[in-house]
T-cell receptor, first 114, second 117 residues
Framework: QQQVKQSPQSLIVQKGGISIINCAYENTAFDYFPWYQQFPGKGPALLIAIRPDVSEKKEGRFTISFNKSAKQFSLHIMDSQPGDSATYFCAASMGQGGSEKLVFGKGTKLTVNP | ETGVTQTPRHLVMGMTNKKSLKCEQHLGHNAMYWYKQSAKKPLELMFVYSLEERVENNSVPSRFSPECPNSSHLFLHLHTLQPEDSALYLC????????????????FGAGSRLTVL
């Protein structure tokens, strides 16, 4: 119940295309859903996050879509660029913060071909 | 120096060695964490020092021992490791409110790549 299931494991997209990464969770107590981006040789960095009171959040080319009833959320990268090639992790946390309650997905390695 | 700095970036050790990983954060955060990153697995939280309290994942073997002398420094002491402990060890920090904000943003270091022979 504490897991966050992420798919696909890897994704190859052409430059200018749309990249879509999906995550699903079971625990309805989760109330904060961040996405982290990790480049090779670097640590993960917060990319964008959403709370369940909204169905969508957009920041530039990156959009989170959230479906509370389906317990699913996804990351959409519009006009994907080679510089977006990285590993993306979805995560979920609940309650009063504190990352002891932050649960990560297994990650998706995105490759954007020029 | 800014952000979260980890040293060494790469470490190769034998199973009988004792070594330590070091982490330093320059963000004024009040919580620090050790994560283990293995291929095709979720990031695994190992230890948390938050608001002067230590929280640990009970599944972490005792051959890993954390130390947090102050809010800016964090160590992971390694002793008689196994080859399956080879992984990227990530340090992170965050600012946690006593009443909680529900949005704990982690700032990660670049990691220490550990290889156990």
């Amino acid at each position: 119940q504490q897991q966050v299931k992420q798919s696909p494991q890897s994704l190859i997209v052409q430059k200018g295309g749309i990249s879509i990464i999906n995550c699903a969770y079971e625990n309805t107590a989760f109330d904060y859903f961040p996405w982290y981006q990790q480049f090779p040789g670097k640590g993960p960095a917060l990319l964008i996050a959403i709370r369940p009171d909204v169905s969508e959040k957009k920041e530039g080319r990156f959009t989170i879509s959230f479906n509370k009833s389906a317990k699913q959320f996804s990351l959409h990268i519009m006009d994907s660029q080679p510089g977006d090639s990285a590993t993306y992790f979805c995560a979920a946390s609940m309650g009063q913060g504190g990352s002891e309650k932050l649960v990560f997905g297994k990650g998706t390695k995105l490759t954007v071909n020029p | 120096e800014t952000g979260v700095t980890q040293t060494p970036r790469h470490l190769v050790m034998g199973m009988t060695n004792k070594k330590s990983l070091k982490c330093e954060q320059h963000l004024g955060h009040n919580a620090m964490y050790w994560y283990k990153q293995s291929a095709k697995k979720p990031l695994e939280l190992m230890f948390v020092y938050s608001l002067e309290e230590r929280v640990e994942n009970n599944s972490v073997p005792s051959r890993f021992s954390p130390e947090c002398p102050n809010s800016s420094h964090l160590f992971l002491h390694l002793h008689t490791l196994q080859p399956e402990d080879s992984a990227l060890y990530l340090c992170a920090s965050s600012q946690v409110g006593r009443l909680g904000s529900g949005a704990n943003v982690l700032t990660f270091g670049a990691g220490s790549r550990l290889t156990v022979l």
